[in-house]
């Protein structure tokens, strides 16, 4: 058995249904390659090899004909024994196209009339192309307004990967049919008219190039995008399940209809039964299928075994806070990730996965005095995770974020919200538990606080707004020349701000440098203290201007007690970076051996300055935070 038969290949069809002028170009080009053409498909067109010669070609168009024929109507017939007498032997037919060959030079057109070429097109493309292309439109909208429909918030939309991909294959395949009418439409319009007033017949034109785009991008969504989503470990595994069911459903139904037809016309059903029998098995599967993946996504969604889950109770929590509504929630009683050995050392190991699935060995001395418990009660809760996690509470903590952010001029956001906007060298790990942002919220409501009134709103003017986004990780690569994890870090969306703080100790001072990156813009643009900036650098020295690089920088010349120059050697990456280390320091209390040198001093004083000159502060009788380790404090006195 032959695994590759030279003798045939076969090929994409890149040329429109109408563009006969293209395709006979094509095809007459291939013959003087030694490929003839031996049938045209709606995607693969098929060729035999031959010896190369020079061929014609003509592409005509039969509207009488139809898919759903048993077999050719006779005057289509009448009309190839026509052609063959003159020469033009049928090589293939695709519904209406009508594809001819003749080994003749001179051969005599089939056709010579323009006006009537025109016609004998429209009515194809009418009957065919033109209607397929209006109902995948038609089909396009209504799905993708299925899927806005079935996401309460624009947050769901886009948190839905399921959704979004189905919104781009829509949304692509609408396209595409789009602009085959578009191009059909203008082509035609042009063409009647050449044909009418000139007597020639206009060529139509295929964009290859966006055929091939549209290829590819189809082949990515199901070669890669639809494989990735699947996979997913952020994917349930009835959601999975349900994904699943409905391709494989969907590819049953296309069977189907196309079986359906193919009997018929085995069976000599007329095109008219045939195509109004396809049809309503076209509608009534669809509206089957749609209901069973409705009702499967329901139940799942009600039934908590089909997702996994063991045992689950449902309960009631009291109104919170005091005057809101009672809140239902669901509590699985699911095995738990956890085993526990006793070594003969006396140690306790602890087995746990994080939310990544990945394993953390913890050891407990149970010898240990310090962790004696006299307690002997058994304490339960709800257990809450990232897909369950305590909707009230989040409710309740986004309340409170938007107090903050309405008194600071800000946007606090918590939870998917946070994640929403990433940068390209940085992913971020979503925080869900609502202790978590409860005191992040109270600090971050103290340091705000720590602000003149009208600061923030200043600096954040430059910008359309400043969100603050709290996370529980930000995770960087090396490829993209970014630290593997940050504290926090500040960067632009369109005219947007965003500063990301991951949640911990390490957010005050986080929260602070990033908020200098947000400031610097208002202070370079209305001070000139920073602008000799270099010059109190040591003699000789140069910034990394990279943010790896200084992971490997040695520094301690600069870093000196009585001589230091800068906080660490990541202030030696960037001048910006320089500055917003001092601001966060200078913030944070515990630091006066910091800035007891004289170099760090001046840099301090300078960076103090900039920021009473660019705010209006210069008048100020108030020591600010970012001032409390000045020597000689700045505070106005009236002299």
């Not at 009488?64 to 063959?84: I, N, T, V, Y």
């Not at 909208?141 to 918030?153: D, E, K, N, V």
């Not at 632009?492 to 440098?513: F, P, Q, R």
């Not at 050697?569 to 040198?597: V, W």
Request: aromatic share 14%; hydrophobic share 40%.
């Amino acid at each position: 058995m032959k695994l590759f038969d030279r003798q045939k290949k076969r090929e994409i069809n890149l040329y429109s249904y109408y563009d006969h002028a293209g395709i006979v170009r094509h095809l007459e080009d291939m013959a003087r390659q030694g490929w003839q053409l031996e049938k045209a498909g709606s995607v693969f067109w098929t060729y035999r090899r031959c010896k190369p010669a020079e061929l014609r070609y003509a592409v005509v168009y039969f509207s009488k004909a139809s898919q759903f024929d048993p077999e050719p109507p006779a005057e289509q017939r009448e009309f190839w024994e026509l052609c063959k007498a003159t020469g033009w032997e049928l090589v293939t037919n695709r519904y209406q196209m009508q594809i001819f060959r003749n080994p003749a030079p001179d051969a005599i057109p089939i056709e010579t009339d323009p006006v009537v070429q025109v016609e004998n097109v429209r009515a194809a493309m009418k009957k065919g192309a033109v209607r397929g292309n209006w109902c995948m439109v038609f089909c396009a909208l209504l799905q993708i307004w299925l899927q806005f429909r079935s996401a309460y918030t624009i947050r769901d939309l886009l948190l839905s990967t399921f959704t979004l991909l189905a919104i781009l294959i829509w949304l692509m395949l609408g396209i595409k049919a789009v602009v085959e009418l578009i191009g059909y439409y203008r082509w035609y319009r042009k063409a009647r008219t050449a044909a009418e007033e000139e007597g020639v017949l206009l060529s139509p034109r295929t964009r290859k190039w966006w055929q091939i785009l549209q290829i590819l991008g189809l082949l990515v969504i199901f070669t890669v995008d639809l494989p990735l989503l699947l996979l997913s470990p952020s994917l349930s595994p009835s959601t999975r399940m349900v994904i699943l069911v409905s391709f494989f459903c969907y590819a049953v139904l296309l069977l189907i209809i196309y079986g359906s037809r193919q009997l018929m016309k085995k069976k000599g059903f007329s095109a008219e039964a045939n195509m109004g029998l396809n049809i309503l098995i076209a509608i009534v599967g669809t509206f089957v299928l749609m209901g069973g993946l409705i009702w499967m996504s329901f139940r799942v969604a009600d039934d908590p075994g089909l997702r996994g889950h063991v045992n689950a109770e449902t309960r009631t929590s009291p109104a919170y806070p005091a005057g809101d509504t009672e809140h239902t929630y669901t509590v699985y009683h699911d095995p738990l990730p956890l085993t526990v050995e006793e070594s003969a050392d006396g140690w306790v190991y602890f087995l746990l996965y994080n939310n990544d699935g990945r394993p953390v060995i913890y050891r407990w001395d149970t010898a240990a005095l310090e962790f004696a418990v006299s307690d002997t009660e058994v304490y339960t809760g709800p257990y809450y995770s990232n897909q369950e996690p305590d909707y009230h509470g989040l409710v309740w903590c986004e309340y409170y974020a938007r107090t903050i952010g309405d008194t600071y001029g800000v946007e606090v956001l918590l939870w998917e919200d946070a994640n929403l906007v990433q940068p390209w060298d940085y992913n971020f790990e979503t925080e869900y538990l609502v202790p978590v942002f409860k005191r992040e919220l109270d600090w971050l409501n103290e340091r705000l606080a720590n602000f003149p009134e009208g600061m923030l709103e200043a600096a954040v003017s430059h910008f359309s707004s400043l969100k603050i986004c709290l996370v529980r990780e930000i995770i960087g690569s090396a490829e993209s020349g970014s630290v593997s994890r940050a504290n926090g870090i500040q960067f632009m969306n369109g005219t947007d701000a965003y500063i990301v703080l991951a949640a911990g100790d390490t957010s005050e001072k986080a929260l602070y440098h990033e908020l200098y990156h947000v400031m610097e813009t208002h202070i370079l643009g209305n001070s000139i203290a920073l602008d000799q900036w270099a010059k109190l650098n040591p003699v000789g020295f140069e910034y990394d201007y990279d943010y790896l690089a200084n992971a490997q920088r040695d520094g301690s010349e600069f870093l000196q007690p009585d001589t230091r120059s800068f906080v660490d050697t990541y202030s030696m990456s960037y001048p910006k970076e320089d500055r917003a280390r001092i601001f966060e320091y200078a913030m944070t209390a515990g630091n006066e051996p910091l800035f007891a040198a004289s170099p760090l001093q001046y840099k301090l004083k300078m960076l103090c300055q900039g920021i009473r000159e660019a705010f209006g502060l210069k008048k100020s009788t108030e020591n600010f935070p970012w001032e409390q380790y000045l020597n000689q404090p700045m505070a106005y006195t009236g002299k």
